[in-house]
């Protein structure tokens, strides 16, 4: 499986022992940057892991900025993305089984990177389950279809 990953200056460090983590695991990652630690903007890094991830160029997507959010608000403006920010392994695990979620977003400055491997590992190993969770899972990208 490949993954697609992303950041901003605040998350270099998580983002780099994650995708060793991942590789580690036998995981594809693409790395989009940034590498660099001087400020940047996030919205930058999460259309090219938005991007990537809708025009299939990578299986899932993983972005991580401060808090995770204005890295996932990014991605979320890319069609066909349906990103979620998670500090705990729950939701990110549900995240997958009931609304599909291809980009799972957290941040640096709120997860410890022991925490943020549980919500990686529970999110990647959860499978969609459809039936009623499609039908809504369409519902939301119908929003976006009609969206003006
Ligand atoms: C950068 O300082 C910070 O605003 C960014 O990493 C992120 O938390 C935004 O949502």
């Given at each position: ?95 997958r ?29 959860a499978e969609f ?20």
């Amino acid at each position: 499986m490949k993954i697609a990953m992303g950041n901003d200056h605040s998350a270099v460090e998580m983002k780099l022992e994650i995708k060793a983590y991942l590789e580690d695991k036998g995981y594809e990652v693409v790395d989009f940057g940034t590498n660099d630690t001087v400020s940047c903007d996030y919205p930058v890094y999460g259309e090219k892991v938005g991007r990537a991830v809708a025009g299939g160029e990578a299986d899932l997507g993983i972005l991580i900025c401060g808090t995770g959010v204005g890295i996932s608000l990014a991605a979320n403006k890319v069609k066909g993305i349906r990103a979620c920010v998670c500090s705990e392994p729950y939701s990110a695990k549900l995240s997958r089984l009931h609304n599909n979620t291809n980009i799972l977003a957290f941040g640096a400055r709120v997860v410890g990177v022991e925490l943020a491997k549980m919500i990686v590992d529970q999110w990647l190993e959860a499978e969609f389950e459809g039936g009623r969770h499609q039908r809504r899972v369409d519902m939301i990208m119908e929003i976006e279809k009609n969206g003006k």
